[in-house]
């Protein structure tokens, strides 16, 4: 199926008729929802429902936006974005990127990091600050970084975390994209080396064509614009992690703008609903974490600020019950996130 062709604008706009889609699932997860106004974020999506969505998205805002695809995963699904931009034009401006779904059973992450380009867009012509944000950087979002994983998650295991790559000498699959990347990569802590393993590092840096494809991507950004914010949104623990996360020794200069830049993001998120978030290295909040994409961004790529948030729920909440946040929470995690983006984003534009 495919949603309607003509996607119904963001802004309010006075429409002919409703918008009207008959719900079909696929195992289990409402293929379409109506996209006028907010209640896409209402529901869970099935992958190819998201992909349409991006799409629908750019082609409302075509002065504002456009899909971009970084490459393409183990098995060939694109690694699909959207790219937002203001009046100078695409590719100018110093880079934010977002990225979701690098784990595939957090599902939130998807929608949060789609939340974030619905108000971007819609409110570029009525929010002044806004405005002045994509006016003054190019943003890159990416909900899905792990569209096979997530494909699985929603059809075959609700809990399935890495990639779908298969590899000689095992039937176990997959590796863990967020130890894939080219820093630290061979720590004893912090990855798996089995390929069994939730954590599986792969058998080399970005061997994993997901990885490979970003880290190509991120690359070119920087080249071309500079990389000013990455984050790496996941679930959950409600923490906010700067890096390093190789090293629990290894530590930022005191008084540094990325650890206290965590702090007010953290600070944020917390104040439209009372949330308690927490900001701190990976080793401090969790667990050591070698070759992750934050780091990666950070230390390999010159990143001004790198994080990665865990969102919704709480470190009290236990085992697979925390991935599986109820519908009913996924407004109220997305206007967080919206609101301590909107924080940090005003910080990195004015830092003076």
């Known amino acids: 199926m495919k949603i309607l062709s003509t996607f119904y604008g963001f802004l309010g706009l006075c429409l002919s008729a409703p918008v009207v889609v008959t719900k079909t699932t696929s195992g289990g997860i409402p293929v379409h929802e109506p996209l006028a106004s907010l209640s896409w974020f209402k529901h869970y999506h099935a992958y190819q429902a998201h992909v349409e969505y991006l799409h629908s998205l750019s082609k409302t805002y075509h002065s504002l936006s456009r899909t971009v695809i970084a490459g393409k995963s183990f098995e060939r699904r694109p690694i699909e974005g959207v790219h937002v931009f203001g009046r100078s034009g695409p590719g100018i401006n110093p880079a934010v990127v977002f990225f979701g779904t690098i784990h595939a059973r957090e599902w939130i992450t998807t929608m949060v990091t789609e939340y974030i380009a619905y108000n971007l867009l819609r409110h570029y012509s009525t929010d ?41 000498g095992t039937t176990c699959v997959g590796r863990d994209l967020n130890r894939n990347w080219n820093i630290h990569w061979d720590k004893k802590e912090g990855a798996a080396t089995g390929p069994c393993r939730s954590t599986y590092r792969g058998s080399k840096p970005l061997d994993a064509p997901e990885t490979r494809a970003l880290a190509d991507e991120l690359q070119a950004i920087k080249e071309r614009q500079g990389l000013r914010l990455f984050i790496d949104w996941h ?50 909040l969790l667990y050591p974490t070698s070759g992750d994409s934050a780091d990666y961004a950070f230390e390999n790529l010159g990143a001004d600020y790198a994080y990665t948030v865990e969102l919704r729920p709480g470190m009290r909440v236990r085992g697979p019950a925390g991935f599986r946040l109820p519908e009913g929470q996924i407004m109220a995690t997305a206007e967080e996130a919206w609101v301590g983006v909107r924080r940090v984003l005003r910080f990195i534009r004015y830092p003076n």
């Open 128 to 168: 002044r600050d806004v405005k002045q944000t994509i006016d003054s950087f190019d943003f890159y979002i990416f909900p899905i970084v792990n569209p096979d994983g997530l494909v699985y998650s929603q059809t075959k295991n609700r809990m399935w975390r890495k990639n779908r790559q298969r590899q000689n």
């Open 235 to 284: 679930a959950f623990g409600q923490l906010v992690m700067y890096p390093y996360g190789y090293s629990c020794d290894k530590k930022l200069p005191p008084y540094s703008s990325v650890s206290w830049l965590a702090g007010e993001l953290a600070e944020a998120i917390g104040q439209p609903h009372g949330t308690r978030y927490r900001a701190g290295t990976a080793c401090e």
